[in-house]
């Protein structure tokens, strides 16, 4: 266990995460969450149900010789036997015993209106099911955990029985009975006093299970500890069906860092930020960058006034250290940028101003200037740094001009489309005319530009186009417009973003794609001509 058995963080991507919508987990993609799940040091990671499909009974099956954890206990999840069905006889309850997953929970109804209508059965049935169910699985050595589904709104419904659901697992043998919010319609109030009132109405321990629903998944996680609870119930990133589950990122955090609750090894916490994107790649859901904590803009500071104060010191605009958890401050040069914001900004990028007043004023303007006429700088790190070294120096990083470019697209009959591009460039003093061709005229542009300049620069081989954003701001309408365009790079050890604005899209791209290639070749060590 991460701490001691006192306190459990329970994670559930695998299973209830991977029900949200668009999001399609295989075998493989499980056992490399689950190692993630296990290095950020959670007391236990729920596989899945096996039995139930197919994908999960083969996760288990694998996991158990593929999965070795050194921090969590690995946890398989059922239901209850089904009404009028011997536990021993139910193939469910048997696959969950067979899963050699030293825990198991069981998921059972405890809003009485469930029972009538999903179950089909009695309210004492039901109670049946859900003791002979825990023995079963007791009996044959597994630990039992049960979710009580629907918990809150069965307590509206029916107190007593709600309450009578808890009393039976409890004395039946489950170590935990996790009160579930599955709607998600609780607010941190309400929810703790009906924790609150279950605690004195039982000896049971007591967990917490919240969606989002309401947005306080997490809040009401925190409000259902506050009140007793001793085991909480999330997912990474809060991925989950509808508008997800409690983000179990967030939730440890804030013990961690806010309730000063340990519940992680010493030293894991730093490591969530890494974890929740590596998984966040493995889902292929991309990570939000608003995201409390391990965003990418959860310490980002755009306004002038945030960036004198940080300079004197980071506190006085960060609620805590972005090195907690693994994330780091980072400064948005925009039109709102002042001279501290500048100074910040050009330290994160490793470049010394030494103090020099005139090139930060000449930045500061020239970044308003620009961002008038529709760049910005905030996704533009590379594009930024290049007009700051050009500040310095008196002139800009100089590799290669491009002299023109020609772009053409041919469709045919069949839905065909063919695009070339034809650029004239200049680099070491000699005129090169170069042709590429690809799926659109910027991908064209990008070959031909490359395929110029590695006569001089084979270490361009490298890189590659890995996003394009095309962005069309607010002015005049329709056609007309000014386009901005943002091109994202990498020569396989680090990724860049480059901006370019243009009334004609293609003008803008070839400006990003210019940039691209300057910083990648001064990323590689080369000197400017």
Known sequence: MPVSDAFHIYDTTLRDGAQQEGLNLSVHDKIV?????????VG?????WPGANPKDTEFFKMAQTELKLKNATFVAFGATRRPGVKAADDILLRALQDSAAPVVTLVAKSHDRHVDLALKTNLDENLEMIRSSIKFLR???QRVFLDAEHFFDGYRSNRAYALEVVRVAAESGADVIALCDTNGGMLPTELSDVVNDVLLASSARLGIHCHNDTGCAIANSLAAITAGVTHVQGTLNGYGERTGNADLVSII???ELKMKKPVLPVGALRESFRISHAVAEVT????????????????AHKAGLHASAIKVDPAMYQHEDPSSV???MRMLVSEMAGRASIELKSKELGIDLGGDKEVVSRVVERVKEMESRGFTFEAADASFELLLREEIAGKRANFFTIEDWQTTVDGDANGGVASRASVTLRAHGEKIVTEGFGNGPVNAIDTALRTGLKKFYPELEKLELTDYKVRILEGRLGTGAVTRVL?????GDGSWTTVGVHENVIAASAMALEDAVTYGLLRQGRKPE
Do not use: C, K, M
Request: charged fraction near 20%.
């Open 33 to 41: 969450i689950a190692r993630h799940l296990d290095d950020l040091g």
């Open 44 to 48: 236990f990671i729920e596989g899945g």
């Open 139 to 141: 009996d044959g050595g």
């Open 253 to 255: 955090a804030n013990l």
């Open 284 to 299: 292929n859901v991309a990570p939000s960058a608003r995201q409390p904590y391990v965003g990418v803009s959860a310490f």
């Open 326 to 328: 693994g994330n780091d």
């Open 487 to 491: 091109v994202e790079t990498t020569d």
